[in-house]
């Protein structure tokens, strides 16, 4: 399972980066709008960073706006994935741009169906955005375990990206449906080294062995 952080911060991503651990990152405009730079020039920076997959979403959201705004993203890096929104105009922006070579990310997808369309227009990766649904008091989980289906049915090659995860408990839930990638906020990638009684029992370890030995 590959594991992205879904974030525009510069520190967290080199911080995850560190870990050994990241495989990519994904950035939306609220998130790149929270740094309060640049935004062409923070998703250059992160592309240093991270030599991974990293999701440029564009602003446009008609089909002639996320042509022009997706070339110009994809410029910036080579590896750099034009994000799109899962719409009918995102839908076609996805098959120009899978027919021109340029990776993608639909995002915003909330539906089995918008999976189904735009993984048959070549799409490199979909975001199911489960803690949203979970929000609305819906059953995320159940739209990653749908879109694995379908793709294993159909042989379809598009990644499942679990996205808007909110808890560790999502991460396990996502693994264990089969998400290829998840993307993960930065307290939640911490959490996953987490538990309570490794830090008890390592405290207790500690103790006896400074009894019986000193130091
Ligand atoms: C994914 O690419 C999105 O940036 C993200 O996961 C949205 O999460 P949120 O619902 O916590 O905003």
Excluded: W
């Excluded at 990776?103 to 489960?130: D, E, R, W, Y």
């Excluded at 694995?148 to 499942?160: A, C, E, L, P, S």
């Excluded at 996502?174 to 911490?190: E, R, S, Y």
């Excluded at 080294?193 to 830090?199: C, E, F, G, K, V």
């Amino acid at each position: 399972m590959d594991l992205y952080i879904d974030t525009a911060n510069l520190d967290e991503i080199k911080e995850a980066n560190d870990l050994g651990v990241l495989d990519g990152v994904t950035t939306n405009p609220s998130l790149i709008a929270k740094e309060k730079t640049d935004y062409g020039k923070r998703l250059a920076e992160i592309c240093k960073v991270v030599k991974g997959p990293v999701s440029a979403e564009v602003i446009a959201i008609d089909f002639e706006g996320m042509m022009k705004e997706g070339k110009e993203r994809a410029k910036i890096a080579p590896n750099i994935v034009v994000k799109l929104p899962s719409t009918v105009d995102g839908l076609k922006a996805c098959k120009a741009m899978s027919d021109a070579d340029i990776k993608t990310n639909l995002t915003l997808c909330f539906q089995p169906l918008q999976a189904l369309m735009v993984a048959k227009v070549g799409a490199f990766l979909v975001s199911p955005f489960i803690g949203r649904i979970d929000d609305i008091g819906e059953d995320g989980m159940l739209l990653i375990q749908q879109i694995r289906q379908i793709y294993d049915n159909y042989g379809f090659k598009t990644k499942v990206l679990a996205a808007s995860i909110r808890h560790p408990k999502h991460m396990v839930e996502c693994a264990l449906a089969g998400a290829d990638v998840a993307t993960v906020p930065f307290n939640v990638i911490k959490q996953m080294m987490q538990h309570p009684l490794t830090d008890t029992g390592l405290k207790k370890f500690v103790e006896d062995y400074k009894k019986a030995f000193g130091g």
